[in-house]
C-alpha cells in the first residue's frame, strides 16, 4: 500500500525576545475613606426651629445647617448684659470712694482704716464685674450654638431629626458632613510584599517612585492618579499585614448630576482593587501573554530554535499587564518565541515559524 505523505510543519507565529519597558503593577484590595468626616450634634439643649440644607448636597465650610429656638438664649444674654452694666456702674462708684478715701488720707482727715475698707470694696466690685463678664461671654457662646454651622466642606447626609424635636448634646448625631475631594483609599499589603516593595523602590525615592490607580468596582480603571502618603506604624497581628494608605483625586464628573447634586466617581467605604504602579517603567524582557502557557509544574513558553525545532522552556514570571508579561527566568535576548499558532507546536516537534504579522497569509 502507499505511504502517506509526511505532512508539512505547522505554520507558527514568532516574536523575537527583547528588552521592553514595562510598568511594575501591585494589586491589592481596599476601600475609599473620606479624609474628614464629621458627625454634627447640638451642642445645646432647645427645640429644633428650622433645618436649612438639602439632604446629600454639597456644602462649605461655615453653611447655616440648623437652627435652634433662640429666644430663651437671647434672653440669658440680655440678663447677663444688665449684670454686666450694673457691675460697671458699681466699680465706678467704688472708684470714686476709692479716691475719696484716698485724698482725705494725704491730707490727715481720714483714717488708714477707711482708706483700707474702700480700697477691699472697689476690688469686690472689679471681682463682680469681671465674673459677670464671663457670665455673658458664656450666655453669647450659648446662643452661637443655637446656629449649628458646617464645620468642613463637604457633602452633607441625611438629617436625623425633624424640625419640631428637641434636640441636645445627648440626643445623637443630627447629621454627618463627609468631604469629596481628595479622597483616601487605605489598603492592607502583607508584612512581605511591604518589605519587598520598601526594598524595590528604596533607591528610586520611596513614594516618590510609585502611583496609585484605581480599579473600580464595575471593572473601570478609574482615571485619575493617586500617591502613596502613608504606611501604618505597627503590624496588624492577626492578618500580619501593614496599612498603606493613598491619596487621589475625585473631581466633579463634567455634566453629570442627579438632582442638582454633582457626581463624583469615589465615595466613602467604596470596595476598589489597588494598583501600585511604579512611576517611570522598567527595561525588562517581556514577551506577549498569549505566548505564555502552563500546566501543573507552572508557566512555560514554546522556543524556536535554530533548527526550526519547538523546545518547551520553564520560565518564571514577573510582572504581568493585560498585553505582556514580564519574564524573569527562562529567557534569553534574542530568542524566538511562539506567540501565534500556539496550539500546533508540540514539544521537540518540527514547525515553520514567521514574523506573527505574516502568519495570517501562511496557514
Given at each position: 500500500?502507499?505511504?502517506?505523505?509526511?505532512?508539512?510543519?505547522?505554520?507558527?507565529?514568532?516574536?523575537?525576545?527583547?528588552?521592553?519597558?514595562?510598568?511594575?503593577?501591585?494589586?491589592?484590595?481596599?476601600?475609599?475613606?473620606?479624609?474628614?468626616?464629621?458627625?454634627?450634634?447640638?451642642?445645646?439643649?432647645?427645640?429644633?426651629?428650622?433645618?436649612?440644607?438639602?439632604?446629600?448636597?454639597?456644602?462649605?465650610?461655615?453653611?447655616?445647617?440648623?437652627?435652634?429656638?433662640?429666644?430663651?438664649?437671647?434672653?440669658?444674654?440680655?440678663?447677663?448684659?444688665?449684670?454686666?452694666?450694673?457691675?460697671?456702674?458699681?466699680?465706678?462708684?467704688?472708684?470714686?470712694?476709692?479716691?475719696?478715701?484716698?485724698e482725705l488720707v494725704k491730707k490727715n482727715a481720714g483714717t488708714q482704716q477707711a482708706l483700707d475698707s474702700a480700697q477691699a470694696t472697689q476690688r469686690s466690685a472689679a471681682a463682680?464685674?469681671?465674673?459677670?463678664?464671663?457670665?455673658?461671654?458664656?450666655?453669647?457662646?450659648?446662643?452661637?450654638?443655637?446656629?449649628?454651622?458646617?464645620?468642613?466642606?463637604?457633602?452633607?447626609?441625611?438629617?436625623?431629626?425633624?424640625?419640631?424635636?428637641?434636640?441636645?448634646?445627648?440626643?445623637?448625631?443630627?447629621?454627618?458632613?463627609?468631604?469629596?475631594?481628595?479622597?483616601?483609599?487605605?489598603?492592607?499589603?502583607?508584612?512581605?510584599?511591604?518589605?519587598?516593595?520598601?526594598?524595590?523602590?528604596?533607591?528610586?525615592?520611596?513614594?516618590?517612585?510609585?502611583?496609585?490607580?484605581?480599579?473600580?468596582?464595575?471593572?473601570?480603571?478609574?482615571?485619575?492618579?493617586?500617591?502613596?502618603?502613608?504606611?501604618?506604624?505597627?503590624?496588624?497581628?492577626?492578618?500580619?499585614?501593614?496599612?498603606?494608605?493613598?491619596?487621589?483625586?475625585?473631581?466633579?464628573?463634567?455634566?453629570?448630576?442627579?438632582?442638582?447634586?454633582?457626581?463624583?466617581?469615589?465615595?466613602?467605604?467604596?470596595?476598589?482593587?489597588?494598583?501600585?504602579?511604579?512611576?517611570?517603567?522598567?527595561?525588562?524582557?517581556?514577551?506577549?501573554?498569549?505566548?505564555?502557557?502552563?500546566?501543573?509544574?507552572?508557566?512555560?513558553?514554546?522556543?524556536?530554535?535554530?533548527?526550526?525545532?519547538?523546545?518547551?522552556?520553564?520560565?518564571?514570571?514577573?510582572?504581568?499587564?493585560?498585553?505582556?508579561?514580564?519574564?524573569?527566568?527562562?529567557?534569553?535576548?534574542?530568542?524566538?518565541?511562539?506567540?501565534?499558532?500556539?496550539?500546533?507546536?508540540?514539544?521537540?516537534?518540527?514547525?515553520?515559524?514567521?514574523?506573527?504579522?505574516?502568519?495570517?497569509?501562511?496557514?
Amino acid at each position: 500500500m502507499a505511504q502517506p505523505a509526511p505532512s508539512a510543519a505547522p505554520a507558527v507565529g514568532v516574536v523575537t525576545v527583547q528588552r521592553q519597558p514595562m510598568t511594575d503593577s501591585y494589586e491589592f484590595n481596599g476601600r475609599i475613606e473620606a479624609i474628614n468626616s464629621v458627625n454634627v450634634i447640638a451642642r445645646v439643649s432647645a427645640f429644633l426651629d428650622k433645618q436649612l440644607f438639602t439632604e446629600g448636597v454639597d456644602i462649605k465650610k461655615g453653611d447655616l445647617l440648623y437652627v435652634l429656638e433662640q429666644p430663651p438664649y437671647q434672653a440669658a444674654v440680655d440678663v447677663q448684659k444688665a449684670a454686666v452694666a450694673q457691675g460697671q456702674a458699681q466699680l465706678e462708684n467704688d472708684n470714686i470712694s476709692l479716691w475719696r478715701a484716698q485724698e482725705l488720707v494725704k491730707k490727715n482727715a481720714g483714717t488708714q482704716q477707711a482708706l483700707d475698707s474702700a480700697q477691699a470694696t472697689q476690688r469686690s466690685a472689679a471681682a463682680q464685674l469681671q465674673a459677670a463678664q464671663a457670665q455673658l461671654e458664656t450666655a453669647q457662646i450659648n446662643l452661637g450654638y443655637t446656629e449649628i454651622r458646617s464645620p468642613i466642606d463637604g457633602r452633607v447626609g441625611r438629617s436625623s431629626v425633624t424640625v419640631g424635636n428637641t434636640v441636645g448634646p445627648n440626643s445623637g448625631v443630627l447629621t454627618t458632613v463627609v468631604s469629596q475631594d481628595p479622597m483616601y483609599v487605605l489598603f492592607p499589603v502583607s508584612t512581605r510584599r511591604a518589605i519587598e516593595l520598601r526594598e524595590e523602590y528604596a533607591k528610586y525615592g520611596g513614594f516618590d517612585a510609585v502611583k496609585v490607580r484605581l480599579r473600580l468596582p464595575d471593572g473601570r480603571l478609574y482615571d485619575q492618579v493617586g500617591k502613596v502618603d502613608f504606611i501604618n506604624n505597627a503590624i496588624a497581628q492577626d492578618t500580619d499585614t501593614v496599612t498603606v494608605r493613598g491619596v487621589i483625586p475625585n473631581p466633579v464628573l463634567a455634566s453629570q448630576t442627579a438632582g442638582g447634586v454633582n457626581l463624583r466617581e469615589l465615595i466613602a467605604d467604596e470596595f476598589v482593587t489597588i494598583l501600585l504602579e511604579s512611576v517611570n517603567p522598567k527595561q525588562v524582557i517581556a514577551v506577549p501573554r498569549a505566548a505564555i502557557l502552563s500546566d501543573q509544574e507552572g508557566s512555560y513558553v514554546y522556543v524556536v530554535d535554530d533548527q526550526n525545532i519547538a523546545r518547551q522552556r520553564r520560565v518564571r514570571l514577573g510582572e504581568l499587564t493585560p498585553e505582556k508579561a514580564g519574564i524573569v527566568d527562562g529567557l534569553k535576548e534574542g530568542e524566538h518565541v511562539i506567540v501565534e499558532g500556539v496550539q500546533r507546536a508540540r514539544p521537540n516537534a518540527p514547525v515553520t515559524p514567521a514574523p506573527v504579522a505574516s502568519v495570517a497569509s501562511r496557514s
